[in-house]
């Protein structure tokens, strides 16, 4: 039986992973983050839900063996449940963003390459800090490209730019 996390949002959705079925790593949410993630869905996606349509997720919860095994970082709000990164129908992930942010009440939001939007709400009883970033991939010769954050929602190629000023040691 699925569990429903609220009207149109259920657990599965936030807790499959290619990676973690590829490497069989148990990606499973214990109780804590999935009630982190009901509130998730509850004071967040599915009022957005109801806004824009349906809305996808392709990354929900991560087990901390997940997180490791794809590079998330330490502090990752995904294995705490607190996190997703979506998609929507009928939007391009920037438009996504803009009506999230529109909304407020959302922690961290960040246009993720401009590929899609990673959002979360705050632990209970915090405060939601409304940070929003772009974040962009700046080339460097003969290395791998580096993630760049620059607050705002701004296009790749704006991102980039200002990415690009900061790394050169310009005014930023
Ligand atoms: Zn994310």
């Not at 009630?35 to 109801?50: A, D, G, H, K, T």
């Not at 939007?91 to 590929?115: M, N, S, V, W």
Request: hydrophobic share 35%; with cysteine; charged share 20%.
């Amino acid at each position: 039986m699925r569990v429903k996390l609220s009207q149109n949002f259920y657990l599965d959705e936030f807790t499959r992973s290619q990676t973690a079925a590829r490497f069989g790593i148990d990606n499973s949410a214990p109780p804590a983050p999935s009630i982190r993630l009901m509130r998730l869905c509850r004071n967040l996606l599915q009022p957005l839900r109801n806004e824009i349509g349906p809305i996808h997720i392709s990354s929900g919860y991560r087990s901390p063996a997940l997180n490791k095994k794809i590079g998330g970082s330490k502090n990752s709000q995904h294995p705490l449940g607190l996190a997703a990164d979506i998609t929507a129908t009928g939007k391009t992930p920037h438009q996504l963003a803009a009506c999230i942010h529109a909304r407020g009440g959302y922690d961290q939001l960040i246009l993720e390459f401009g590929e899609w939007v990673h959002v979360s709400i705050p632990e209970k009883g915090g405060i939601a800090r409304g940070e929003i970033l772009t974040a962009v991939k700046v080339p460097r010769p003969f290395r791998k490209p580096k993630t760049v954050y620059v607050p705002g929602l701004l296009s790749q190629e704006d991102a980039l730019k200002i990415a690009l000023k900061k790394s050169q040691g310009g005014a930023a």
